[in-house]
């Protein structure tokens, strides 16, 4: 039995991790194409945002294997002739709690230690990326339209990397458009997006409505490329990106860093274990929801709808957990609030399923 479960697990787990791949990575193939990287960059992102996907799958996965495996038996009648040979359906539920532990320990290692650490490679190589885009912004001689409503000229860049006879204009804004020139300009990395430093320059704003034409010398301005290059880096270090033992022991610099309080980093840190939980109880709660009904001609439709009922319930109250972390995030044990009662659903079950079923009697007339 396991390792049918563990064969039909994978199927699953193939399957929907290549439809959600698929939809991410047409996306983020447009993207990059339209950023001018190459095939390699594309297979390494998608590569770092496969833990997320598979982390997504695998309670779904396991409970789909579960309800295969457990409807199959029970069609064949396997599970009718092993109950009638005395075994108890605490017995049978052992090769799915077993198959439960291993998903859930797949399920806890991308939580907790693989997906942190694809996240933070994943956005250190998205800010290479955007480094690179604003380096094929400096194109002499061209003018450029790096996104909708903006236009960029240069016409001369220097060896020392001076840009000489720079003109940047603006028209995102439909009420008026700002033009940038300036006799020369400097590329600069800060930490948060590069800018370019203009000098000796002049911004002209055209009001079309108001027929209105202003302008402001300056000596120098620094000009932020963000939006040239849809950086989303902010500076600020994303929880998603620290790892699980500095979120349970976080350090003034790290609390610093990401902007969030001791508590809001725990709470993260045992939403992530707390997945692995409710991964976990989901293959319970399929076989032993199929398991109360028992043997029927009409085979078990009702049930599997009724296992499909429970799941939803369950995956549900992980949003109630979350509105609660939201609001008070010192309250971190709703987290496992899901995962425990998927254990407590499918323990009901089984003991439901262990009582002896009355008989009924048939008369016969004397």
Not at 241 to 263: C, F, H, K, M
Not at 319 to 339: D, E, F, H, K, N
């Amino acid at each position: 039995m396991l390792s049918q479960l563990m064969m039909l697990f994978g199927f699953f787990a193939l399957v929907l991790v290549l439809v959600y791949w698929v939809n991410s990575a047409v996306q983020l193939f447009d993207q990059l194409v339209a950023d001018g990287q190459n095939l390699s960059v594309f297979l390494e992102l998608t590569m770092l945002t496969l833990p997320s996907l598979i982390r997504l799958v695998v309670p779904i996965s396991g409970f789909a294997a579960a309800l295969y495996v457990t409807n199959r038996l029970t069609s064949d009648s396997e599970l009718t002739v092993v109950q009638a040979m005395g075994y108890s359906p605490f017995r049978l539920a052992r090769p799915v709690l077993l198959f439960g532990l291993l998903s859930g320990l797949l399920t806890g290692a991308l939580t907790v230690v693989i997906n942190p650490l694809a996240n933070a490679r994943l956005a250190e190589r998205q800010s290479e990326i955007a480094r690179s885009a604003t380096a094929r912004l400096l194109q002499e001689g061209e003018f450029l339209s790096p996104i909708s409503g903006i236009t960029l000229y240069i016409r001369e860049i220097t060896p020392e990397g001076e840009l000489r006879d720079l003109m940047i204009s603006d028209s995102r804004d439909p009420q008026e458009t700002v033009t940038y020139t300036a006799a020369s300009a400097y590329l600069v990395e800060t930490a948060t997006a590069p800018q370019l430093v203009m000098i000796d320059g002049l911004v002209q704003v055209l009001r079309p409505d108001a027929a209105r034409l202003s302008t402001t010398r300056f000596e120098d301005f620094a000009y932020d490329l963000e939006p040239l290059t849809r950086a989303s880096d902010s500076g600020r270090l994303r929880v998603r990106e620290v790892p699980t033992w500095d979120l349970l022991r976080p350090t003034p610099e790290l609390l610093t860093a990401t902007e969030r309080s001791p508590e809001q980093l725990a709470a993260e840190a045992h939403e992530r274990i707390a997945g692995a939980v409710l991964a976990a109880a989901a293959p319970l709660i399929g076989f032993a929801t199929l398991l109360i009904g028992g043997f029927s001609r009409f085979g078990v439709w009702r049930q599997i709808l009724a296992a499909i009922g429970l799941i939803i319930i369950v995956q549900s109250l992980e949003s109630v957990a979350a509105t609660i972390l939201r609001g008070a995030p010192g309250q971190w044990p709703v987290t496992y609030l899901p995962g425990v009662t998927g254990f407590a659903i499918a323990t009901i079950e089984l003991a439901l399923a262990g009582r002896p079923r009355r008989r009924l009697r048939r008369r016969y007339p004397a």
